[in-house]
């Protein structure tokens, strides 16, 4: 009876030793399942994409025509509104006309006496000349009246000159619109005197603003590239090139590379470039800043990682990438450029299939254990 109390005791001593090491089993087992860390993960995204740079720039107006004065006077009309649209031909100005309308009549009158006096001459020398036939008169007399008819034909000439002349200044008081487009405030207005005909006296000037200018620089290493993709006509669009405004407009804009500039500025180590933007609603005025969005270079299925995912050490840029076993592996690649602000291009070290890590980066390390969660 004895023997069988001690069996049972051992027996129950054993039991609930198993009971203890399982109890302690398992509750390891859950600390450790509470241990691992959730991290979001993402799949690289591939696509073709088209690299470009954005450059600050500023609209111009390639096409404006200072409207000036080329004769005295005083200004008598202003038959327009300063910053209003005008048509090329149109009146803008009218400077008093009465000197040369006088000159114009003096002219005329010139030119009437030395037709008449032409005319005389060569009445004179027909007949001295006929005359000169039947020994009536001597050779000097018809050399005489032939170099007087010679003369009177110069004067009419020079009469008819001065006429021109007279006319054309005549014609410059009433100043016109050399090109159609938007009129600046004008130097002069109504009963101010001018003094054009020393030198032209600038009244106001017209901008053609239908077509602008963008104009910005670009760093001297980017200018292979853009050269050789606009020789590679199949490469990208410089025909229809994003320009962006700070303050939203209507519509939107495109421009197309009108000019390289043929030599590098030292000082600042950029090229000039100007991009022709056409101003179909006449939103652009020149003066407004503008962003050029240029396209450099073009990928096929771009492997791209989002850049606050990528971490640096003293071997380059890594990911934490995580393998099959969910367990995190420290990965080395070789980046690239950055696209839309985001996302960076990753040329070597990662295969398109490959979840990383895409952020809380400080609190995984090489080999530890996750519990992945895929996001988009």
Known sequence: MQNLIIMDTKIFLFAAAVSVVTMSCRHTVSNDEQSVETVDVALPQVESITLSSVYPGVLTSPNYVDVVAKVNGQILT????????????????????????????????????????????????????????????????????????????????????????????????????????????GEYGIGNYVSGEGAPVKLTTIYDNSVLTAVFAIEDDRYHEIVNAIDNKDSLNFAKVPVIFEDPLPHRYFGKISYLAPTLNNSTGTLKVKVSIDNVYNELKPGMYAKIDLPYDKISDAVMVKDSSLGSDQLGRYLYVVNDSDRVVKKHVTVGDLYHDTLRVVTKGISPGERYVTKALLKVRDGMKVNPRMIN
């Open 78 to 185: 202003q038959d327009y509104n300063s910053g209003s649209y005008v048509k090329k031909g149109q009146v803008l100005f009218t400077i008093d006309p009465s000197t040369y309308r006088d000159h114009v009549q003096q002219a005329q009158a010139a030119l009437t006496t030395a037709i008449s006096t032409r005319d005389y001459a060569k009445t004179h020398y027909d007949a001295v000349n006929k005359a000169l036939a039947s020994d009536a008169v001597s050779k000097m007399e018809v050399v005489q009246a032939q170099s007087a008819l010679e003369e009177a034909e110069a004067s009419v000439k020079n009469a008819k000159a001065s006429l021109a002349t007279a006319q054309r200044l005549l014609g410059y008081c009433s100043v016109t619109a050399p090109i159609s487009g938007q009129t600046a405030e």
